[in-house]
Structure formats: structure tokens, C-alpha cells
């Protein structure tokens, strides 16, 4: 597996037990409708709303900040992924999409920032 996918994987891990940890309950990992994917699919603790996470990671931000790799196609692509899953799984919980960004290599040296409700794919 070439590098970036591991670091990819690692944050997806380190998101997921972030998310854990603040009451989030996983419904899905890495979840697929064709070419496009859904990295976390999480439900609130209060059971209200199904939240559909992105996760950004890079070694540094000297180039750039992860949340740049959120563009307008990212956003549409999630958004029609997101679509697919509320179908599929006949979801009636509210629906929010965040995105969760993660600069470092370990938990040591990782920053990590969630933005809730980071984007409507519907104004994209």
C-alpha cells in the first residue's frame, strides 16, 4: 500500500476513536456508492443525526491546510455518496456533514480539528 493511503487510514482510525470518544457512534467505515466514498458515517449520542465525516490528513500544512482538499467537486461527489446512503438505509435522523482534519503522523503529534457542519453539498 503506498504511503499516503497508510497515513489516510491512520487518520480515518484516529477520527473514528476521536469521534468515539465524544459520544459518536460509528455506523460505517470507508462506505462506497461506485467511485465515490463516505471515510466515516457516525450517529450523534443523542441518536438525532447522522453525521457524514471526511478526514483530511497530512504530514504538515507548510504546502497547504488539509480542509483545501474539501473542494467544490469533493463536496458534490460526498453529497451524492450521502444521498445514496439515506436511500439505502432509509434514514430519517436529521443529516449533517462535517469534516475532520488531521496535521501530523502519530497521536503524539497530531493536531486535529473537527469542523461541524462544514458544508450544505446542496449549495455546492
Avoid: C
Avoid at 497515513?7 to 459518536?24: I, N, P, S, T, V
Avoid at 497530512?58 to 504546502?63: A, K, Q
Avoid at 480542509?67 to 432509509?90: C, P, T
Amino acid at each position: 500500500m503506498a504511503r499516503h493511503n497508510d497515513l489516510g487510514r491512520w487518520g480515518e482510525d484516529f477520527a473514528a476513536d476521536y469521534l468515539q470518544d465524544k459520544g459518536y457512534i460509528i455506523r460505517d467505515r470507508d462506505w462506497h456508492f461506485g467511485k465515490r466514498d463516505i471515510d466515516i458515517v457516525a450517529l450523534t449520542d443523542d441518536a438525532a443525526t447522522v453525521v457524514f465525516v471526511e478526514v483530511k490528513t497530512r504530514t504538515g500544512d507548510e504546502l497547504s491546510d488539509p480542509i483545501d482538499a474539501v473542494n467544490r467537486q469533493k463536496v458534490r461527489h460526498l453529497g451524492i455518496a450521502a444521498n445514496n446512503y439515506i436511500k439505502q438505509f432509509e434514514v430519517v435522523e436529521q443529516v449533517r456533514f462535517d469534516v475532520i482534519t488531521i496535521v501530523g503522523t502519530n497521536k503524539q503529534n497530531a493536531r486535529l480539528e473537527h469542523i461541524e457542519d462544514a458544508f450544505n453539498p446542496l449549495l455546492a
